[in-house]
Nanobody
Framework: VQLQASGGGLVQAGGSLRLSCAAS????????MGWFRQPPGKEREFVSS????????HYADSVKGRFTISRDNAKNTVYLQMNDLKNEDTAVYYC????????????????WGQGTLVTVSS
């Protein structure tokens, strides 16, 4: 499975961005999908995940109420809608996946995308 993330960029605090992650080479409907991020100088951290059915979502406390994860199985794509962005959301965002697994930690990830940079300015 290959994952291609896109949609990062520079945005002012309070603004919005939507990240996309297109999957290929596998059966998308079997993939639990997730997003992680790595702020400058820090460890990679969990942001959000979505089960292969789309029936359950999980969010880090730091993004609850601001970020929304969703999937479109017809397009083999998962999205991360990010609203009310804050300076501390600045990071490289990575798409992640694994078959038949609800992603919760980096250890549960089998496939990683290449990362897309989100920079939030004051």
């Amino acid at each position: 499975v290959q994952l291609q993330a896109s949609g990062g960029g520079l945005v002012q605090a309070g603004g919005s961005l939507r990240l996309s992650c297109a999957a290929s080479g596998g059966t998308f409907s079997s993939l639990g999908m997730g997003w992680f991020r790595q702020p400058p100088g820090k460890e990679r951290e969990f942001v959000s995940s979505l089960t292969w059915t789309g029936g359950a979502t999980h969010y880090a406390d730091s993004v609850k109420g601001r970020f929304t994860i969703s999937r479109d199985n017809a397009k083999n794509t998962v999205y991360l809608q990010m609203n009310d962005l804050k300076n501390e959301d600045t990071a490289v965002y990575y798409c992640a996946a694994r078959e038949w697994t609800s992603i919760a930690t980096a250890n549960t990830v089998r496939y990683w995308g290449q990362g897309t940079l989100v920079t939030v300015s004051s």
